[in-house]
């Protein structure tokens, strides 16, 4: 049972489009972070969230940590073939696991021109 | 500057053999971390090391597994009479220490057992 449920798996869409993919939980996290990766290559830190209700922009993305800091959105408006990659949610929850980080598995975004 | 490197960056090993995947964190981070990646999943934690010595290696799997970080900079991954299951991607991670976590990750090594 993956502790952190992302939605979609995966997702393929036009140049321009908007997308959104979900990362939720039952559980409370004390931040919570997204990352994209690429093929052959580690995940690449984006944004981390800590505080609940938190809005934070990058560009065109926009991410939001949900009030009971549970879950967590990603938001990309018009889509551009370099956004093509896998969106990983990752949680910390210091109390219960010290400083690891619990992933989900990952939303495979295509971007087509 | 630089990121984390790992080596080798391909690994491909036969069954029963060990081996050692090699991390170098960001210079200045005082934690490093294993993560191991199957293929259409996310990083699992293996272990996390805070200084010289391994704060929490509850994600090892097995007593197959092991690490070191002797200085407290770069660590060894080391796999004993590996299987073929042990094949993923092999994940580094350094961050600055004690409750930062902002990880960030190496390219990581590919594992295959054959």
């Known amino acids: 049972t993956q502790l952190l449920e992302q939605s979609p798996q995966f997702l393929s869409i036009q140049e321009g489009e908007n997308l959104t993919v979900y990362c939720n939980s039952s559980?409370?996290?004390?931040?919570l972070q997204w990352y994209r990766q690429e093929p052959g290559e580690g995940p690449v830190l984006l944004v981390t969230?800590?505080?609940?209700?938190e809005v934070k922009k990058l560009k065109r993305l926009t991410f939001q940590f949900g009030d009971a800091r549970k879950d967590s959105s990603l938001h990309i408006t018009a889509a551009q073939p370099g956004d093509t990659g896998l969106y990983l949610c990752?949680?910390?929850?210091?109390?219960?696991?010290?400083?690891?980080?619990?992933f989900g598995a990952g939303t495979i975004l295509r971007v087509k021109s | 500057g630089a990121g984390v490197s790992q080596t080798p960056s391909n690994k491909v090993t036969e069954k029963g053999k060990y081996v050692e995947l090699r991390c170098d964190p960001i210079s200045g981070h005082t934690a490093l971390y294993w993560y191991r990646q199957s293929l259409g999943q996310g990083p699992e934690f293996l272990i996390y090391f805070q200084g010289t010595g391994a704060a929490d290696d509850s994600g090892l799997p097995n007593d197959r597994f092991f690490a070191v970080r002797p200085e407290g900079s770069v660590s060894t991954l080391k796999i004993q009479r590996t299987e073929r299951g042990d094949s993923a991607v092999y994940l580094c991670a350094s961050s600055m220490g004690q409750g930062g976590n902002e990880q960030y990750f190496g390219p990581g090594t590919r594992l295959t057992v054959t």
């Open positions: 559980s409370v996290f004390s931040s």
């Open positions: 969230v800590v505080t609940g209700g």
């Open positions: 990752a949680g910390a929850r210091l109390r219960e696991y010290g400083n690891k980080l619990v």
